[in-house]
């Protein structure tokens, strides 16, 4: 099975995340990962199983991920296994009641990306799942690589 993990990052914490997923499928030959700039559309469509990781920027995936995946052909990911997933702030630790209000409204990255890769045909294998990290450039909270993979992991069962 072909895996590639594609990423935005500006902090380095979405990094982690994909780089931990990737080391996770080690017995598999093929699995690459790509920073969200050097993707290209082949790359995509080749893939049998499609991770998509973002940081969460205003309750969003961010701008490169969101364009990139909106100028793919239509059903360009038609029978390709997708999974999302983003980093976020845990808005129960700022206990800001306008923030929490503005999240239960608009959300995080994963769920508009798995709405986007769902539009292009994708198949999610696994529900969107978010990571936390504890400040705005991290680091992320202690186990959330772990939580990672195992989320990652069931997409092969
Ligand atoms: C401009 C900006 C907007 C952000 N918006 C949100 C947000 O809406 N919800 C959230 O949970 N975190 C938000 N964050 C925190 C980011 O999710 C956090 O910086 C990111 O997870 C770090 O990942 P990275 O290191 O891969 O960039 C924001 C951060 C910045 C700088």
Not at 52 to 69: D, E, H, M, N, Y
Not at 85 to 103: G, P
Not at 123 to 139: C, H, M, N, R, S
């Amino acid at each position: 099975m072909k895996i590639l993990i594609v990423y935005d990052s500006y902090f380095g914490n979405t990094e982690q995340v994909a780089l931990a997923l990737k080391k996770s499928f080690k017995d598999d030959d093929s699995v690459d990962i790509q920073r969200i700039s050097q993707v290209t559309t082949d790359s995509l469509t080749r893939a049998d199983l499609l991770f998509v990781g973002s940081p969460t920027r205003k309750f969003s995936a961010t701008p490169a991920i969101k364009s990139f995946l909106k100028k793919l052909p239509e059903k360009s990911l038609d029978g390709i296994k997708t999974a999302a997933f983003d980093t976020r702030i845990d808005i129960l630790e700022i206990n800001n009641r306008f923030l929490t209000f503005m999240v239960k409204l608009f959300g995080y990255a994963a769920e508009p990306l798995d709405a986007l890769l769902r539009k292009k045909g994708g198949k999610p294998v696994l529900p969107p799942e978010g990571f936390i990290v504890k400040d705005t450039e991290g680091p992320l909270k202690e186990g959330e690589l772990d939580r990672a993979v195992s989320w990652a992991q069931q997409a092969l069962r």
